[in-house]
């Protein structure tokens, strides 16, 4: 079993950065690939980014591409999500994610089998 406790969510103005944590206890998140998803009002949960963390290879989706950062920590066996030039369109709740399909990155959510509990992220214009 996974954990996933997310930190660091919160209103931000637009044009402004967040910095997202995803943190696990007891379990090393190397063995795992990791993904970064959101979900807004009255819309389905979307993609935003993964990593593989053995290799660090990385996907994002089209909308966060080149604002959006993922990357991992593996001495604090942390997934960062760096959010920056921020928009209303960003505001969702976001959460973290593992799977143990490491073969190649995988962006839909039913791929992934464990879950954080979500942190909103509200941008205001």
């Known amino acids: 079993q996974v954990q996933l406790v997310e930190s660091g969510g919160g209103l931000v103005q637009a044009g402004g950065s967040l910095r997202l944590s995803c943190a696990s206890s007891?379990?090393?998140?190397?063995?795992?690939?990791l993904g970064w998803f959101r979900q807004a009002p009255g819309k389905e949960r979307e993609f935003v980014a993964t990593?593989?963390?053995?290799?660090?290879?990385?996907a994002y989706a089209d909308s966060v591409k080149g604002r959006f950062t993922i990357s991992r920590d593996s001495a604090q066996n942390t997934v960062y999500l760096q959010m920056n030039s921020l928009t209303p369109e960003d505001t969702a709740v976001y959460y973290c994610?593992?799977?143990?399909?490491?073969?190649?990155?995988?962006?839909?959510?039913?791929?992934?089998?464990?879950w954080g509990q979500g942190l909103q992220v509200t941008v205001s214009s």
């Open positions: 994610a593992a799977t143990p399909f490491t073969k190649v990155l995988v962006t839909t959510p039913p791929a992934y089998t464990y």
């Open positions: 007891g379990r090393d998140l190397s063995l795992y690939t």
């Open positions: 990593i593989k963390w053995s290799v660090g290879n990385t």
